[in-house]
């Protein structure tokens, strides 16, 4: 049985709205996601997986509740059950909800096809097996302290139809490579994992900006040189975050604070638009498109609910001018909304969440950011990260160099460092001219995943590092 | 072996992928299913947020051609024979591995009894509207408890799942469960001051059990919420932690867990395959994985690859008794005669990996308010960072936390832990006598630590 087409299943998507009901917004997203995953480690392929996952979500607000169903089946009699589905789901627990809600008004809404550019270069599985094997053996033949090395490539195709009662009809096809390198030296006893990674939307060019024999080679570096390494000592310090730590403080620290949902509950963010939380030197964006640099790793022309991708702007020049909408948070804080819906699967009501998330640039350069460093810490590499209400954040750094008098120390072992969000960005004294995404790889959680991306230049701030007391 | 109408037609779908796997080519099968259904009440910011329900169906195949392995899985029953394929394509078109081999089976294990009819019955068309009415009278009982506390998120959900499994070995498993749970994700916020995240949830498998359980995660969350309010600065020093029951995995079991997993060993993460039998931790931390589950919370009988469950000390007296194998760790660790331990994870949408389903953690002699009542300590009852499982290395944020003085608790914010969990193993000076169950698969102490960095930020 050969699977409807992309455009056959946008039409029957468009024939189900013959049962929207008048009042109601009806919302059908199918979304067919199809990954590659293969794992190389020490001379062998570890692991060959292929997933296909597709089905049709059906979101109706009916009676002033939203009610959920979705169908694996993209056909017009499953997805009219769904539909059925969803709004006894929405009509019968209406009554229970508080605050009901009024359809969202009329906005611009996406039609037509929209696709990232190289969606449909294709490489071989021998091209893709060589590729792994080949990285692994780089990293585990790259120091003798090299014990074992892996590499993981994974390919994700998604292509979806969203198509709603008030207008949205549109077909949006992606692609997102990863790739992601280990290596684990070993001496003595010690052993001590490094992991370097990369990911993005587009074809290989996009995912490839650095040369993937280099990363090999830097996880491999990285970790015999961590392994007898000491670790920093705890407490608050001036330091200067790699583009992907700014990735993370932006992400982690203000993002998910900014999201609109979240600002409703109460963040530190709530009310504060208009006002100075950081200093002049930041300005933080949220966009769907990869601006400064191509392949951004979360990378949308259209969000789930249908609206085209915009770029918000979430501070301007030190200011706090906007939060992160869907169609609903968006008419309620009377503005227009913003495209951060989003749906991990067809299985997957859409939240507000984050794409590609950015400082931009600013005048310094980073040699000259560290000669001006009395004292202090050059931070380099993301590990995991999380958000508070309060706005206290954290994340994972790999490797602390300290700064002396202007000048690099030798590697220390990462920490978690931490600190209020808004008081971090009012300590920003130096933004570079450099610029990089470089958290492509992984995803965001929040209940559901979404796959994200964040950014910027060098920047210089003050901080906690949860390090070493004597 | 008599089987439930839905056992047969899941095994015959199952027979269909198996046969055309067999006609491309593969020389072993494993073919498996879940089939769930579930049923969810969302909340958001102290209101209903939405009903939705979901059934989904999930073929995983791996297959065995010569010494040579794919894996292919799809939600499309209608693709069974392009799933196999695809799964021996993959297959054909990887390198060669020695000594590889698939978990065939040949016994029969069906074990369909598991599910509530309560619980089914509310899974049907009619169960919407009484689960977002107990939903919503949920959500008013946990603001009843204070006002300050705000329900950020959170869901009230039921759900069913039944998995089957069919292998060219001749044999075949079926599980059949269901569940009701509740989580809630929120802070307080009083006027100016808003309190740390926090969050609690419970799952049971009866429906009679499950406005207990609810009762007692509304109360939970609201006593982290507010104890998170009027936060202070903390202090430096080096010292002792304090981890409640709830925090243990995040801090210490879960990095301890993946250090006891074969393919760790195997990867050269984790020494620990090298120190069987030797004294890791201190006398009183024993430590078990319970197989099959506990009597209310029973989970299937067997593991993703089908080899039966069983309960497994792993640490006893401090001293390293075993190491986790799935099928796939016992034959590449290349020792003669390992077999699996039974404890192959996963879903049918994922080849296995080897973890722990249920842990039980040894209760010590001394009451949590004993253990709290020290000179100068800190409460970890959250902990928002990152444990290297490879060094130990862990460092982090504390959420929630409070400076206890002489056992009494000052809430502090902005303080963060440094430490080595396998130092941080053997300097245990305290296990609580009372233990939690949690989410129905973890039964834990509280745990005093002591030398563990502390930065005031």
């Known amino acids: 049985m050969t699977a409807p087409s992309l455009p056959a299943i946008r039409q029957i998507l468009e024939d189900s709205l013959q049962y929207a009901n008048e009042g109601d917004l009806l919302e059908l997203r199918y979304h067919h996601k199809a990954l590659r995953t293969l794992t190389a480690r020490d001379g062998r392929l570890e692991r060959s997986l292929s997933r296909t996952r597709s089905g049709v979500g059906v979101r109706v607000l009916a009676g002033g509740t939203w009610g959920f169903a979705c169908t694996s089946e993209a056909s017009p009699a499953a997805v009219a059950r769904a539909i059925t589905a969803a709004r006894a789901h929405a009509l019968g627990s209406a009554a229970l909800r508080r605050d009901r809600r009024a359809p969202p008004p009329p906005t611009r809404l996406a039609v037509g096809d929209f696709a990232v550019d190289d969606v449909d270069e294709q490489h071989s599985l021998d091209e893709r097996i060589a590729l792994v094997l080949r990285l692994a053996a780089h990293a585990r033949g790259a120091h003798a302290k090299i014990c074992s090395a892996s590499t993981t490539f994974t390919e994700l195709r998604s292509e979806k139809a969203i198509v709603t009662s008030d207008g949205a009809a549109c077909t949006v096809r992606l692609v997102r490579p ?92 709530t009310g504060k638009l208009g006002e100075r939380v950081a200093s002049p030197l930041v300005t933080l964006r949220d966009s769907g498109a990869s601006v400064h640099a191509a392949g951004a790793g979360g990378t949308e022309p259209v969000d789930d609910e249908g609206v085209p991708s915009t770029t918000a702007t979430i501070i301007e020049d030190g200011v706090l001018t906007g939060y992160l909408h869907n169609r609903e948070s968006a008419a309620r804080f009377g503005v227009a909304p913003t495209g951060n819906a989003r749906a991990w699967e067809f299985s997957d009501a859409p939240l507000i969440r984050m794409r590609n998330t950015y400082i931009e640039p600013g005048e310094s350069e980073l040699g000259a950011m560290i000669e001006g460093t009395p004292e202090g810490w050059l931070l380099e590499g993301a590990r995991n990260g999380q958000a508070d209400s309060t706005g206290e954040f954290t994340f994972g750094v790999a490797q602390a160099r300290q700064i002396q008098g202007g000048k690099l120390g030798p590697p220390m072992r990462g920490v978690t460092v931490t600190g209020l969000a808004f008081d971090v960005l009012q300590t920003v004294d130096a933004v570079s001219r450099e610029f990089a995404w470089d958290l492509g790889s992984g995803h965001c959680g929040k209940g559901q995943p979404a796959k994200v991306d964040a950014g910027g230049p060098y920047l210089r701030c003050t901080l906690t590092l949860a390090g070493a007391q004597a | 072996m008599p089987t439930s109408p839905e056992t047969t037609a899941l095994l015959a779908r199952c027979a269909e992928a198996l046969d055309a796997a067999r006609a491309a080519g593969a020389d072993d099968v494993e073919v498996i299913a879940d089939a769930s259904r579930s049923l969810t009440v969302g909340l958001q910011n102290n209101d209903l947020e939405s009903l939705r329900s979901e059934e989904d169906l999930v073929f995983g195949l791996r297959v065995r051609v010569g010494a040579r392995s794919g894996f292919a899985t799809t939600n499309q029953p209608a693709e069974l024979r392009a799933l196999a394929a695809e799964a021996v394509a993959l297959a054909r078109q990887s390198p060669p591995e020695e000594g590889l081999r698939l978990p065939t089976f040949a016994d029969a294990l069906i074990d369909d009894d598991g599910v509530d009819p309560v619980i089914e019955a509310l899974l049907g068309p009619a169960g919407g509207g009484p689960l977002a009415a107990q939903a919503v009278a949920w959500l008013q009982a946990a ?112 990095p301890l867990l993946e250090l006891l997993s074969a393919d760790r060993v195997r990867q050269g993460k984790s020494t620990l395959g090298q120190r069987l039998g030797a004294q890791i931790a201190v006398p009183d931390f024993t430590l078990t994985e319970e197989g099959p589950g506990f009597s209310n919370f029973a989970l299937a009988p067997f593991d993703r690859d089908g080899a039966h469950r069983a309960r497994l000390p792993l640490v006893e007296g401090g001293v390293l008794r075993h190491i986790l194998y799935d099928d796939t760790e016992a034959w590449r660790s290349g020792r003669p005669g390992q077999r699996s331990t039974g404890h192959g994870q996963g879903a049918a949408s994922s080849t296995p990996a080897v973890g722990a389903a249920c842990l039980s953690l040894a209760a010590g002699d001394q009451p949590w308010s004993t253990l709290c009542a020290a000179q100068r300590a800190v409460l970890v009852p959250r902990f928002a960072g990152t444990v290297d499982p490879t060094s130990g290395d862990f460092s982090g944020v504390v959420k929630g936390g409070a400076l206890l003085i002489d056992g009494e608790a000052h809430p502090i914010a902005e303080v963060s832990v440094a430490g080595n969990l396998y130092a941080a193993l053997q300097a245990i000076s305290g296990i609580s006598a009372e233990r939690c169950l949690l989410m129905g698969t973890s039964l834990l102490p509280g745990l005093r630590v002591e030398d563990v960095s502390i930065t005031a930020g």
């Open chain 1, 178 to 269: 990863e790739l992601s390198i280990s290596a684990v030296a070993e001496d003595h006893g010690q052993r001590m994992a490094q992991a370097e990674s990369l990911g993005a939307t587009g074809g290989w060019s996009c995912l490839f900006v650095r040369d993937p024999a280099q990363l090999a080679e830097k996880a491999a570096r990285r970790a015999v040189e961590l392994l007898d390494a000491p670790v920093p000592a705890g407490g608050r310090a001036q330091v200067i975050l790699s583009p992907d730590l700014v990735g993370l403080l932006v992400h982690e620290a203000i993002g998910h604070t900014v999201e609109a949902d979240f600002v409703q509950s109460g963040t530190v963010a």
């Open chain 2, 143 to 254: 603001r009843g408890l204070d006002p300050r506390v705000v329900v950020d998120s959170g869901e009230l959900s039921l759900s069913s799942t039944h998995r089957v499994m069919l292998s060219s070995g001749g044999g075949l498993r079926s599980w059949r469960g269901a569940e009701a749970g509740g989580s809630l994700i929120g802070m307080a916020v009083d006027g100016a001051e808003i309190g740390s995240f926090t969050w609690d949830a419970d799952r049971v498998r009866a429906a009679s059990a499950l406005e207990g359980a609810l009762d007692g995660v509304a109360r939970r969350f609201v006593g982290k919420c507010t104890a998170a309010l009027g936060a202070g600065r903390g202090e430096s020093f080096r010292g002792t932690i304090l981890i409640p029951a709830d925090c243990v995995s995040d801090l210490l079991l879960d």
